[in-house]
């Protein structure tokens, strides 16, 4: 069985940087893991993802170029660094798992994934 334990998140000034962790036990390959945000009022949105069968890394287009997201092995932990953070990226952030027989074209979906972190609050704000 998969769980995630998220931790991190918090405070910070447009152009600051936060990490967030997702400590993933139960992890398996052709395991897919992303991270999602929703923010007040509007649907719980794709950030990036990772599946490390094919090794590629997804993110949306709101966020190429700032936030990185990866996968410790070793650690058991997947990572979202988020640089540049900017207003719109105040959310509620999850992480997620999901089991795929295939590569993905593109960031896998919301209804693909069947396990979720607790979620952890980021706010960006000056």
């Known amino acids: 069985e998969v769980q995630l334990v998220q931790s991190g998140g918090g405070s910070v000034q447009p152009g600051g940087s936060l990490r967030l962790s997702c400590a993933v036990s139960?992890?398996?390959?052709?395991?897919?893991l992303g991270w999602f945000r929703q923010a007040p009022g509007k649907a719980r949105e794709g950030v990036a993802a990772?599946?490390?069968?094919?090794?590629?890394?997804y993110y949306a287009d709101s966020v190429k170029g700032r936030f990185t997201i990866s996968h410790d092995y070793g650690q058991s932990t997947l990572y979202l660094q988020m640089d540049r953070l900017e207003s719109d990226d105040t959310a509620m952030y999850y992480c997620?798992?999901?089991?795929?027989?295939?590569?993905?074209?593109?960031?896998?979906?919301?209804?693909?994934?069947?396990?979720w972190g607790q979620g952890t609050q980021v706010t960006v704000s000056s």
């Open positions: 139960g992890f398996f390959h052709g395991l897919a």
């Open positions: 997620a798992a999901a089991h795929l027989r295939y590569t993905p074209p593109e960031l896998p979906p919301i209804g693909l994934y069947g396990t």
């Open positions: 990772i599946y490390s069968a094919a090794d590629r890394t």
